[in-house]
């Protein structure tokens, strides 16, 4: 059996709202029992074979992923600095302070040689703790359905209703064994089509489990739940 031509990532949809969804989706599969299974059979295999963008990908040569040269949990800030100021893709590097000692952000504008997927409208920031990179973040322009493809399932996520206007929530989803963590946006009245289309926000972790996630805003991988916003 041929494969279809857009795989989609599977239903993940539960909760309050989910109701209208799942009978629009419903509605939208019947007489497609084919292509629902492959759907399901999807969503259990997790990555359907999608590689990751080469500056995501872990490198022998710093034991991980190292986006721009840095490598969190080892690279101390003034090795971040000067990486980052001799970096092709960056420009404009500044460090911002903390309040704690060997604490702040170091934030950089694209030079517009970075790679494709990368939203150069956006800048990279990293975050500074003790004296050495803790996290990496790099906006993308790619959906999270990419991301899903892949990587599959999250191991862990959650959804954060945000203040102001338009209305909408925020999703962090982690990946723990690959020390990324996932963050987009979603614009009210949610629907799956805004749920899988939404850029990632890449943060690259520490290995220090207390910086991977905070665990009390975590939740084990079990669908998610827009509530109101659905």
Not at 187 to 207: I, T
Request: charged share 20%; proline share 9%; aromatic share 10%.
């Amino acid at each position: 059996m041929s494969r279809p031509a857009r795989a989609e990532p599977p239903n993940v949809w539960t909760g309050g709202g989910a109701g209208i969804l799942i009978r629009r989706g419903a509605a939208l599969c019947a007489g497609f029992a084919l292509l629902l299974a492959g759907c399901i059979a999807l969503g259990r295999l997790g990555a359907v074979g999608v590689p990751l963008p080469d500056w995501m990908t872990a490198r022998p040569d710093c034991d991980g992923r190292c986006p721009l040269g840095l490598r969190p949990g080892w690279t101390d800030i003034d090795e971040a600095a000067a990486l980052l100021a001799a970096h092709p893709w960056a420009k404009h590097v500044h460090y911002t302070r903390g309040l704690e000692l060997d604490t702040g952000y170091l934030r950089w504008e694209w030079t517009g040689a970075q790679p494709a997927g990368i939203d150069a409208g956006q800048p990279g920031s990293v975050y500074i703790q003790r004296g050495f990179v803790q996290w990496v973040d790099i906006a993308t322009t790619l959906p999270f359905a990419t991301f899903w493809q892949m990587l599959g399932p999250p191991d862990s996520g959650r959804v954060h209703p945000l203040s102001g206007m338009p209305a909408r929530v925020f999703q962090v989803v982690t990946y723990d064994r690959a020390l990324l963590a996932l963050r987009t946006e979603i614009l009210c009245p949610a629907d799956r089509a805004r749920y899988w289309r939404a850029p990632v926000v890449v943060r690259f972790n520490s290995p220090d489990e207390s910086f991977v996630m905070r665990r009390a805003d975590a939740e084990p991988w079990a669908g998610v739940s827009l509530g109101a916003c659905a």
